[in-house]
């Protein structure tokens, strides 16, 4: 296994040990990489900075799914559920590396720069308020976002359910 995937393959194994303990140790994240010690020691010199790059791997990941969900093609109304499923898929699987680094990095600003954009076009085509600042918007669908993968009982629903409660309350509000 090359370095690039056995590093990636780490940082997916502790993503999921720190899901199932969040007080996972760098020999339990071995394990569940399926490497040792040593291995996981020569990618990253200890536990904060495996947690710091964990959290730059999950705002790339963020950034791959965004990309792959091409929201850029097609018009708000279809490109606002498109990026909420990319997150939660992404962030259900990471969703324990916010607990864990304060540092924001450029790939973080850059989903929500495409979050922003993303409201700034729901705006101009009509779709979203244009009373609120497009940043605000994009702020409460990120937190909407974020509550669904981390505060029951949306944490509970599967990706296309928490994706069309969002998206539905997001676009028509909590009035019946």
Known sequence: MSMALTRDA??????TALRT???AGMADIAAAAGVGRATLYRHFDNREDLLLELGRFAAQESLR???AARIDGVPAREGI???VR???TVGREFWVV???HTRLWPEEEEVGTRLRALTERGQREGLLRADLLA???AALLGSMVIGAMSIAPLSELGVEDATDTIVKVFLEGARP
């Open 10 to 15: 780490i940082l997916r194994a502790a993503a």
């Open 21 to 23: 303990h969040e007080r």
């Open 65 to 67: 799914v965004i990309d």
């Open 81 to 83: 559920p498109r990026l």
């Open 86 to 88: 990319a997150l939660l």
């Open 98 to 100: 916010s607990r864990h």
């Open 135 to 137: 940043d605000h918007l």
